[in-house]
C-alpha cells in the first residue's frame, strides 16, 4: 500500500479504525458512568485530537478540563522527567474524573498524574487512553479504557508528535528512519 504520507514508512492504525474505536469507547463510558456526570481531564498536548473525538461519542453531562505535563521534550526516549506545565482549572473533589491520555509507553507520566490527581479527592479516578504500548510499561498503571496496543516502536500521528510534527495527521503510523538520523 502506498505511504499516505512522504515522511511515514507504514501505517500502524488506519483513520477509520481509530474513529470506529473510538466511538467503541466512548459507548462504553457512556454506559459504564450512566446517571452520573463526568470531568474528562486531556493530557495535553498529545490527546486533544483524541479528546476532541471522544467527547462527542459520550453521552453524559461532561466537564472539560486540561492539564499539560511535560515528559519527552525532543526526543523519542522517556526521561521520567514529570513536570506540571499547566494544571486543571476546577477542582476535582467528589467528581468522576477519566483521564484521556494519548498513548502509554513507560507509563512513568500516567502513574504520576493519577497519583496527584487521587490527593484531590475524586469520587472515582479512571484512565482511558488511546494507545498502550504494553511491552514498555516500567510502572504498574491501571487502564480502564484502552484504544489500540503498539509494538514498542515510536508512533507519530493523530496527536503524536515527533519534536512537536505529524500530531496532525488523521492515521497512526511509523516514520521513515532517515527521519531520526539526528537523534537515536
Ligand atoms: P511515558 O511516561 O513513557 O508513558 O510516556 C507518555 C508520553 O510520552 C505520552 O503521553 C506521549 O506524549 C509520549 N510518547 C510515548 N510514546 C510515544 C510515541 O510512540 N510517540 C509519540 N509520543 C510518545
Do not use: W
Not at 511515514?8 to 457512556?30: D, F, N, S
Not at 472539560?64 to 486543571?88: C, N, P, Q, W
Not at 468522576?96 to 494519548?102: G, S, T
Not at 496532525?168 to 531520526?180: C, Q, R, T, V, W
Amino acid at each position: 500500500m502506498k505511504s499516505p504520507h512522504p515522511d511515514i514508512e507504514r501505517v500502524l492504525i488506519p483513520t477509520h479504525e481509530i474513529q470506529t474505536r473510538i466511538a467503541q469507547l466512548g459507548k462504553q463510558i457512556t454506559q459504564d458512568y450512566k446517571g452520573e456526570s463526568l470531568v474528562l481531564v486531556c493530557v495535553l498536548k498529545g490527546a486533544f485530537l483524541f479528546m476532541a473525538d471522544l467527547c462527542r461519542h459520550i453521552d453524559l453531562p461532561v466537564n472539560t478540563e486540561f492539564m499539560a505535563i511535560s515528559s519527552y521534550g525532543h526526543a523519542t526516549k522517556s526521561s521520567g522527567v514529570v513536570r506540571i506545565l499547566k494544571d486543571l482549572n476546577e477542582c476535582i473533589e467528589d467528581r468522576n474524573v477519566l483521564i484521556v491520555e494519548d498513548i502509554v509507553d513507560t507509563g512513568l507520566t500516567l502513574s504520576y498524574l493519577v497519583d496527584l490527581l487521587a490527593t484531590r479527592h475524586p469520587r472515582s479516578l479512571k484512565v482511558c487512553t488511546l494507545c498502550s504500548k504494553p511491552q514498555c510499561h516500567q510502572r504498574e498503571v491501571k487502564i480502564d479504557y484502552c484504544g489500540f496496543e503498539l509494538p514498542s516502536e515510536f508512533a507519530v500521528g493523530y496527536g503524536l508528535d515527533f519534536k512537536d510534527f505529524y500530531r496532525n495527521l488523521p492515521f497512526i503510523g511509523i516514520l521513515k528512519p532517515i527521519m531520526y538520523e539526528n537523534d537515536l
